[in-house]
């Protein structure tokens, strides 16, 4: 009996589903005077209060699997922002798919919530957006990497945007496999990075 009570402590527990809900409010006020329209077309003296910000995001896993669905509706109705389901293949490598971001920019994978500046660089406001597609991506000690193919600007047409990214983190214990994909999450380190994304027409970035 007490070799089968040792045998039941010994051996590991089942991983049960982890479901998290989370939410995002941020109003801004603002006032600036002979902006000559660059921050609302038309608008050359602004002083008001707006909502930057109203997501609700759930992200869950059941063992090797997890999914994120996030949501925003600060232009008054909710739009579809995350949508995608991930599979952690081993410890090092992941697949992703569904709707996510480019693993292009390491500003533009940062959630909102985990900005230091309340506003993005035009960069990293143009790679903000979501895009249909597939992804692999992976960590190892201080190592990332992301590699996705995802529609690109021809949408369902036949001319696929390819990505690719490493990283090296310089300080800190490197960013891991972190839920939201490509490396990006909460975790704070300086490091070097490269990236490339490719699409048709001719638009590619580095």
């Known amino acids: 009996l007490d070799r089968d009570i040792e045998a039941l402590a010994g051996s590991p527990a089942a991983q049960g589903p982890d479901l998290e809900v989370r939410g995002l409010l941020r109003v801004l006020y603002g006032n600036a005077s002979d902006t000559n329209g660059n921050l609302f077309p038309g608008v050359d003296d602004i002083s008001g209060f707006a909502v930057e910000r109203a997501q609700v995001e759930v992200e869950g896993s059941v063992e090797d699997y997890g999914f994120r669905i996030q949501l925003e509706a600060a232009g008054g109705v909710a739009a579809l922002l995350d949508a995608y389901g991930t599979w952690r293949i081993n410890d090092h490598v992941r697949y992703s798919m569904g709707n996510f971001r480019s693993p292009f920019l390491w500003e533009s994978l940062l959630d909102d919530g985990s900005r230091v500046l309340i506003l993005r660089t035009d960069a990293g406001e143009l790679f903000y957006g979501r895009d249909v597609g ?13 590699v996705a193919a995802q529609n690109g600007g021809d949408g369902l047409g036949d001319d696929n945007a390819i990505t690719g990214r490493v990283g090296l983190a310089v300080l800190g214990q490197g960013v891991g496999m972190q839920a939201r994909g490509a490396g990006a999450g909460k975790g704070a380190g300086l490091g070097s ?9 001719g638009c590619d970035w580095e």
């Open 193 to 201: 990075k490269a990236g490339e994304y490719r699409t048709a027409g």
């Open 134 to 146: 597939a992804m692999l991506d992976g960590s190892y000690d201080r190592f990332h990497w992301a």
